[in-house]
């Protein structure tokens, strides 16, 4: 008997603990399990899946024929990719979507929302509700 509690005891111990969900909490997002998120990061996917962001940018923001946002948002400021957004490059493509009420309504969101995928705490594109 003794023998089987101290097997027990050192498989729990190889094993660890249960494991907590996996939370990621910034001043921009919250994310637990790596696709359930805070209100307002989801107002940023959808905002992304309405602008249809994904046909230059790619699904997973990967990059097609626009770039990884995965990638840039590593490197750009929240003012460079407000003013990126609100004014396009266009000499690149990239359109304004200053007419856009959803898209200017949701800017913060939005970044909020691909910070976290490049940041890696959000690991799939499509996210839900944080309850």
């Known amino acids: ?28 997002y919250t994310v637990v399990d790596g696709t359930k998120v805070d209100a307002d990061t989801l107002k940023g996917f959808k905002t ?15 990059g097609l024929v626009g770039p990884s946002l995965i990638e840039s948002l590593k ?11 609100t004014n396009g490059r ?3 493509g990239m359109p304004s979507f200053i007419n ?8 913060d969101h ?10 890696g705490a959000i690991k799939k594109a499509k996210v839900e509700l944080l309850h």
């Open 90 to 92: 266009m000499e690149k």
């Open 110 to 119: 939005l970044y909020a929302y691909l910070k976290g995928r490049s940041d």
């Open 48 to 62: 992304w899946r309405a602008a249809a962001c994904d046909r230059c940018h790619g699904a997973n923001q990967q």
């Open 100 to 107: 856009s009420k959803m898209v200017m309504e949701n800017l």
């Open 1 to 28: 008997m003794r023998i089987a509690w101290w097997a027990g005891l050192i498989l729990l111990a190889a094993i660890g603990p249960a494991r907590a969900e996996d939370r990621v909490q910034t001043d921009l």
């Open 75 to 85: 490197v750009l400021t929240p003012e460079e990719f407000k003013v990126t957004v």
